[in-house]
């Protein structure tokens, strides 16, 4: 699975309406209008990132690139290359936890009560209280500081 893309894109202006018109032709559905041309070039990325997140979540194909020597376009419009990325839609949209087995020994489970064994939840706390977690995230002023990345980001 890729998590870099870079689809062609037409910038057109409305005739009509005097807005901007992006129209990816790759991709049937991703298209929008903006106010202006530095507006249209500006948000044509987030846009291609949002519509391949969505399509990538729903296991739809992602096509290849179209070739656009051989488009015929309007004379006032352009084609512009768009690059997206999915990576931080999947870290901002994606599963909330990651989802690893972790094997404990069994007598870890038994240092609960007797009739009341250790549960995950139990262990999930131990650690958070001994590791300070809760205590770091109250101090810290962004998940920055935390991680040590920009991006908050493990």
């Known amino acids: 699975m890729k998590s870099k893309y870079v689809f062609p ?15 990816f032709p790759d991709l049937p559905g991703c298209a929008f209008e903006a106010e202006d041309f530095i507006q249209a ?3 044509a990325g987030p846009r291609l990132e949002y519509h391949l997140y969505r ?13 656009t020597s051989g488009w015929e376009i309007a004379a006032d419009a ?4 768009v690059a997206a990325g999915l990576p931080e839609y999947r870290r ?15 007598w870890l489970f038994q240092l609960g009560k007797k009739d009341e064994p250790m549960s995950a939840q139990n262990i999930r706390e131990v650690l958070r209280e ?3 977690i809760d205590m770091l995230l109250e101090n810290a002023h962004d998940l920055s500081e935390v991680f040590g990345n920009e991006d908050g980001s493990f």
């Open 9 to 23: 894109a037409i910038i057109e202006r409305n005739k009509i309406s005097s807005k901007y018109t992006v129209v």
């Open 41 to 43: 070039y500006y948000w």
């Open 55 to 67: 399509m990538d979540k729903a296991y739809e194909h992602i096509p290849e690139a179209s070739d």
């Open 78 to 81: 352009i084609v512009v290359q």
């Open 92 to 106: 901002m949209f994606g599963p909330k936890y990651a989802r690893k087995a972790i094997g404990f020994p069994n």
């Open 130 to 132: 001994k590791l300070g």
